[in-house]
């Protein structure tokens, strides 16, 4: 079964480094989306991108954060200036071209940033 | 978006029917209902998705009234395995893109 996936799964940078975070989607699926769940929290939506440009943003993904399909096949985020809050389990999801009316969207199994 | 109400957590056995409510009483006429699963550790998973009555799938059913307010999932003969929060999530997910916007669901736990 396909299935979305991320790198690295673990990621510890320092405050104020750039991370990238990687994500390989489900390779005929067309929306692509950025989850973040801080650590016992509820998951939440950062971002949604769709034919090479976002489409919707939440109030978290603010200029420190950027998006990128640099080819046919990787989803990242980029992550300017990482902060200590920006510790999370940051989760890579995509759907497809949604003619089902069914909004199933499949995520990756995260990459947990610590920012140290 | 409509807010969504659910128990934060539930307890039952292995084998036993377990029934999960959302009250979304501010449900647009948009909107669909969908219910997503999470084990620790692990990105959620989508399990069943409705609009109204009832909608059944191999892991789930979903009930809707006919008001549309609340949902009901339901997990028939849960095992240990099923130990997991569950979300209950309301949107136009019919139009694609849609971003979920998830609560804090319902921790179920079930033991032996």
């Known amino acids: 079964e396909p299935e979305v996936t991320q790198t690295p799964s673990h990621q510890v940078t320092q405050m104020g480094q750039e991370v990238i975070l990687r994500c390989v989607p489900i390779s005929n699926h067309l929306y692509f989306y950025w989850y973040r769940q801080i650590l016992g929290q509820k998951v939440e939506f950062l971002v949604s991108?769709?034919?090479?440009?976002?489409?919707?943003k939440s109030e978290i993904f603010d200029d420190q954060f950027s998006v990128e399909r640099p080819d046919g096949s990787n989803f990242t985020l980029k992550i300017r200036s990482t902060k200590l809050e920006d510790s999370a389990m940051y989760f890579c999801?995509?759907?497809?071209?949604?003619?089902?009316?069914?909004?199933?969207?499949?995520f990756g199994p995260g990459t947990r940033l610590t920012v140290l | 978006l409509a807010k969504t109400t659910q128990p934060i957590s539930m307890d039952s056995y292995e084998g036993q029917e377990v029934n999960i409510t959302c009250s979304h009483n501010?449900?647009?006429?948009?909107?669909?209902i969908t219910w997503y699963q999470q084990f620790p550790s692990q990105g959620p998973r989508f399990i069943i998705q409705?609009?109204?009555t009832k909608v059944t799938n191999e892991v789930a059913s979903l009930f809707i009234p006919a008001d549309r307010k609340s949902s009901t999932l339901s997990l028939p003969r849960v095992s240990l395995s099923d130990t997991a929060v569950y979300y209950c999530l309301v949107g136009e997910f019919n139009q694609a893109g849609t971003a979920l916007i998830f609560g804090k669901g319902t921790t179920l736990s079930v033991s032996s």
């Open positions: 409705g609009y109204k």
């Open positions: 501010n449900i647009a006429t948009n909107d669909y």
């Open positions: 999801a995509s759907r497809d071209t949604g003619t089902s009316g069914v909004n199933e969207q499949f």
């Open positions: 991108f769709y034919n090479n440009e976002i489409s919707e």
